[in-house]
């Protein structure tokens, strides 16, 4: 053996674990393609491309009439305020629930809390849409409870883990001085993960203003609504401008949450 041949690293042992998991995942991809009968080839035919562009072509030009356009553009106010609502109302909720969740009440609240909070965010907000809208009837206000459920179970449970890791000297500090709990919570502990509380909630505002869009599929008002009827109508060019529509808005949502973190949340946190 050469002396450079001496300064080579050896060769690294092959990750026979690695190339397990890597087998298995291919064996479940192709078990998947054969158990629901997916076939490709029929996607891409040429009669179904066909079919595709001429279902396509129906959508323009779109409807750009002023009365139409205002419509939409009522629609997507609405859309707004219902993603707007929901999100507010379960910020509040969610950090509500966040304490107990944290363990400050003892451990049967807390187990008790986050059964509550797994119990709201793992039904989706398309089955609690469904569910408000038999309980409230057909509008706004049910896309509004529908976000509110799901996401204070989601931000709940961020905000306790926040809590959680958040560091107990400062909190404590002010416990042995004297103060009473709520003081020492607001400001020993509040502070510190606040900056994460707010990223969190502005990041699921972004998200359910995508989802408000998708609630009114299930009569819960908005831009999805109008798309429904639309769509069941079979008139394109009024779907193609409400599709617009909900870019535009949800485009809009994702900047200004993105400016709102930057500006309100300090770069450390």
């Known amino acids: 053996m050469s002396a450079r041949d001496a300064t080579l690293p050896a060769q690294p042992k092959p990750c026979v674990p690695c190339l397990l998991v890597w087998a298995g995942l291919v064996a479940a991809v192709v078990a998947s393609f054969a158990w629901l009968s997916l076939d490709l080839r029929t996607l891409f035919s040429a009669e179904s491309l066909a079919s595709m562009g001429r279902f396509i072509r129906e959508f323009f030009p779109p409807d750009l009439s002023a009365s139409f356009l205002a419509r939409t553009a009522e629609g997507m106010l609405q859309t707004l305020a219902v993603s707007a609502l929901g999100t507010l109302l379960a910020f509040g909720s ?111 505002w972004e998200m359910n203003i995508r989802m408000a869009a998708a609630l009114g599929f299930v009569g819960a008002g908005g831009l999805g609504q109008m798309l429904y009827f639309h769509l069941s109508l079979f008139q394109q060019a009024q779907a193609a401008t409400v599709i617009a529509a909900m870019f535009v808005l949800v485009a809009a949502v994702d900047g200004a949450s993105a400016r709102l973190r930057r500006a309100l949340v300090p770069a450390h946190a």
């Open 94 to 204: 969610g950090a509500l629930l966040a304490l107990p969740a944290a363990g400050r009440w003892g451990a049967l609240t807390r187990a008790g809390a986050r059964f509550f909070l797994n119990l709201l965010r793992s039904v989706p907000e398309l089955v609690w849409g469904v569910l408000t809208v038999l309980l409230v009837g057909l509008g706004p206000f049910a896309g509004v409870l529908a976000l509110a459920l799901h996401t204070a179970g989601v931000l709940g449970r961020l905000f306790a883990e926040a809590l959680e890791n958040a560091p107990p000297a400062p909190e404590r500090a002010l416990r042995e001085a004297g103060a009473a709990a709520a003081p020492a919570f607001a400001y020993g502990c509040l502070p510190l993960v606040w900056p994460q509380w707010l990223a969190y909630g502005l990041y699921r």
